[in-house]
């Protein structure tokens, strides 16, 4: 079984339009997050989960919006996309969202606006 | 901005040769994490390091936690085309929320 799986892994789409992606973890964690992946490679933190709890909200346009029906599952809805949003889109969850979680991520949800 | 400096971006490497990536932070660092990605994967966990100074060793690779805990180094000896991606380092300043150095990414010349 896959331990953070997201949904889907690709998606090619019009600006303007609005899509949604969606991850699930099995590993029992509490806290989950996006992260956002450029064409350099960089990450970049969106949001992140604690138990259903935003606890960090970066510097995101509000197009952007996350939403965590229980602690398994955080999605993430983006609205009247635009070409700079163009990126990969990583899930990832840890046990712990202090000092000693490490990530799993997913295997990336590639988005490509037209 | 981004908190965690890591170089070099790029690693052209020879196979059978030795390399370093570097990573620094202006801040203290409670810990520091590192991650590889393969081409067209996602970054996997590879160790932490907590203590001041400490220093851990799996097979080729051997990570490194500075004294003043702000840089962290990864040294892998005699590189093999397996050892191809892109190497990430993530710190916590302040026992803050993780921040991902830029990468440093690796290819391998046969």
């Known amino acids: 079984d896959t331990a953070v799986s997201q949904t889907p892994k690709y998606l090619v789409t019009q600006m303007g339009n609005d899509k949604s992606i969606k991850c699930e973890q099995n590993l029992g964690h509490d806290t989950m997050y996006w992260y956002k992946q450029d064409s350099k490679k960089f990450l970049k933190i969106m949001f992140s989960?604690?138990?259903?709890?935003?606890?960090i909200n970066e510097t995101v346009p509000n197009r952007f919006s996350p939403k965590s029906p229980d602690k398994a599952h955080l999605n993430l809805h983006i609205n009247s996309l635009e070409l700079g949003d163009s990126a990969v889109y990583f899930c990832?969850?840890?046990?712990?969202?202090?000092?000693?979680?490490?990530?799993?991520f997913g295997e990336g949800s590639r988005l490509t606006v037209l | 901005g981004q908190q965690v400096m890591q170089i070099p971006q790029y690693q052209h490497v020879q196979e059978g040769e030795d390399f370093t990536t570097y990573c620094n932070s202006s801040t203290t660092l409670s810990n520091i994490q590192w991650y590889k990605q393969r081409p067209g994967g996602h970054p996997v966990f590879l160790i932490q390091l907590v203590k001041s100074g400490e220093v851990k060793k799996q097979k080729r690779l051997t990570f490194q936690f500075g004294e003043a805990k702000k840089n962290s180094s990864l040294h892998i000896t005699a590189t093999q085309t397996t050892d191809v991606g892109t190497y990430f380092c993530?710190?916590?300043?302040?026992?803050?929320?993780?921040?991902f150095g830029a990468g440093t990414t690796v290819t391998v010349r046969a």
């Open positions: 990832a969850s840890s046990q712990e969202a202090g000092v000693a979680g490490e990530l799993f």
């Open positions: 993530a710190g916590r300043p302040n026992d803050y929320k993780l921040s």
């Open positions: 989960y604690n138990n259903k709890e935003l606890i």
